[in-house]
């Protein structure tokens, strides 16, 4: 496809997203755009550079900023839930549990250690 109909894919896409899409999957179609952007050999600092422009743009007030080293990861994790997810629903469930459990019972550890 030429360049013009790339665009006028993406700019679609992007349109839709914002309109049937709630935060958790916008994250998972970033995740799959950085993914596949590294993929195709754009280097990782050119996506952090891109996202942190539309970080800028979109969150003026506080917006986030990230690495190449970080867009890496997100292509990992994308990575990781390809056939099934990385961290179910179940386990956050438990996990969180345990959390509330714990900070309740006043057993937090200092510096975000875990408990021996």
């Known amino acids: 496809m030429g360049k013009k109909t790339e665009l006028a894919k993406g700019l679609v896409g992007d349109a839709w ?3 049937a899409h709630d935060q958790a ?7 799959k755009r950085v ?3 590294l993929d195709k050999g754009v280097h990782p ?3 952090a550079l891109q996202v942190n422009k539309n970080q800028e743009a979109n ?3 506080d917006p986030l900023t990230f690495t190449g080293d970080e867009m890496k990861v997100i292509a990992k994790f994308h990575m990781a839930n390809k056939r099934r997810p990385a961290y179910t629903g179940a386990q956050a469930a438990v996990l969180d549990s345990n959390q509330a459990a714990l900070d309740g019972a006043g057993s937090a ?3 975000d250690a875990l408990p021996a």
């Open 59 to 61: 969150n003026p007030a």
């Open 35 to 37: 993914s596949d952007s």
């Open 109 to 111: 550890a200092q510096d």
């Open 17 to 19: 997203s914002k309109l």
């Open 25 to 31: 999957d916008r994250t998972g179609l970033s995740a």
């Open 45 to 47: 600092d050119v996506v």
